[in-house]
């Protein structure tokens, strides 16, 4: 079994930044692929960015490339998703994920999920 925990959401002026963490316990932990994904209200599940267990390969949903920025650190059993000139758009709910099969992509590849984050961008 595998627990995720999100952490570090909140309320940003748009233009602004925020870190979100997500602690992955459970075991082989450090060995999952690890995405992040996020719902907006009335809206569908939104694929955001994913990376590999080694953290040299990363994949981002094009409106997040350049602002957005994945990245693990296996020795504290964390996965980071550093967000910058946050729009009033990327206002969702923001969870993390692990274990998909082949497509990172795709949400209902992923095994185990954390309970989200909310994330407030004012304009």
């Known amino acids: 079994q595998v627990q995720l925990l999100e952490s570090g959401g909140g309320l940003v002026q748009a233009g602004g930044s925020l870190r979100l963490s997500c602690v992955v316990s459970?075991?082989?932990?450090?060995?999952?692929?690890m995405g992040w994904f996020r719902r907006a209200p009335g809206k569908e599940r939104e694929f955001v960015a994913a990376i590999n267990w080694s953290g040299d390969r990363t994949a981002y949903a094009d409106s997040m490339k350049g602002r957005f920025t994945i990245s693990r650190d296996n020795a504290k059993n964390t996965v980071y998703l550093q967000m910058n000139s946050l729009k009033p758009e990327d206002t969702a709910v923001y969870s993390c994920a692990a274990g998909p099969r082949r497509d990172w992509y795709d949400p209902s590849e992923y095994a185990y999920w954390g309970q989200g984050t909310q994330v407030t961008v004012s304009s």
């Open positions: 459970g075991r082989s932990s450090s060995t999952y692929t």
